[in-house]
């Protein structure tokens, strides 16, 4: 099972920075963080991923903490197509080619006008 | 390439019936995952290829699923018979190393009534 853990939901107001974050504290030195969201009835979408040093993309940035225990996906201008299911996910590795993903409930994300 | 395509995009079937979803992954892509999506369970991965050979399907409930990958363009989930609590969506999704983002296809509603 995915050991992550998120909150189940939260809100944004269109225009401003959300911010997400997720609790990853058993997290060991090879396993990489991955972001996908889920907008409704469609099949769940990558964001980012990152191992130790901060992401930016053009979706989003990824935020995590020196210890690796925690991270947080920021969007910085969150738009109402940014309403969606977030998965906050670690990467369960097994070898330098196979890697499985395993998603938690993730957080409800609803951006509001 | 016009991403991950699942056929059919919904099913209604009998109690009893064969059901078989379809998968043809992104050109190039060496990982294939098979995932199931419920209200109540969230998305459980089933089983995943790797280069056409299952790696593995510890996910998969029970045995009235099997799974095929015959060629590195085609993959087939069958349930045989179905039961109503086999209704979900079933999502294909493919990866070209496994480590990075995985493409998920847009799923196929299955209803077993």
């Known amino acids: 099972d995915a050991k992550t853990t998120q909150p189940p939901s939260m809100d944004c107001a269109e225009g401003r920075a959300a911010n997400l974050p997720c609790n990853h504290s058993?997290?060991?030195?090879?396993?990489?963080v991955y972001w996908y969201r889920q907008i409704h009835s469609q099949g769940p979408q990558y964001i980012i991923h990152?191992?130790?040093n901060n992401e930016t993309n053009e979706m989003a940035s990824l935020i995590i903490t020196e210890d690796r225990k925690s991270s947080t996906l920021i969007l910085p201008h969150a738009t109402l197509r940014d309403t969606a299911v977030y998965y906050c996910?670690?990467?369960?590795?097994?070898?330098?080619?196979?890697?499985?993903?395993?998603f938690g409930r993730g957080t409800q994300l609803t951006v509001w006008p | 390439d016009a991403g991950v395509i699942q056929s059919p995009r919904h099913e209604v079937t009998e109690m009893g019936q064969e059901v078989t979803l379809r998968c043809k992954p992104i050109?190039?892509?060496?990982?294939l995952f098979w995932y199931r999506q419920t209200m109540m369970r969230g998305l459980e991965l089933l089983i995943y290829?790797?280069?056409?050979?299952?790696?593995?399907d510890s996910g998969m409930p029970e045995d009235r699923f099997s799974a095929k990958m015959p060629n590195a363009s085609f993959s087939t989930l069958k349930i045989q018979p179905s039961e109503p609590r086999d209704s979900a969506v079933y999502f294909c999704?493919?990866?070209?190393?496994?480590?990075?983002?995985?493409?998920f296809g847009q799923g196929t509603r299955l209803t077993v009534v």
């Open positions: 058993t997290i060991s030195g090879n396993e990489y």
């Open positions: 990152g191992l130790k």
């Open positions: 996910i670690v990467s369960r590795d097994r070898g330098s080619t196979l890697g499985r993903l395993y």
């Open positions: 290829f790797n280069n056409n050979v299952p790696i593995d």
């Open positions: 050109s190039g892509h060496d990982y």
């Open positions: 999704a493919s990866s070209p190393t496994g480590l990075t983002e995985a493409f």
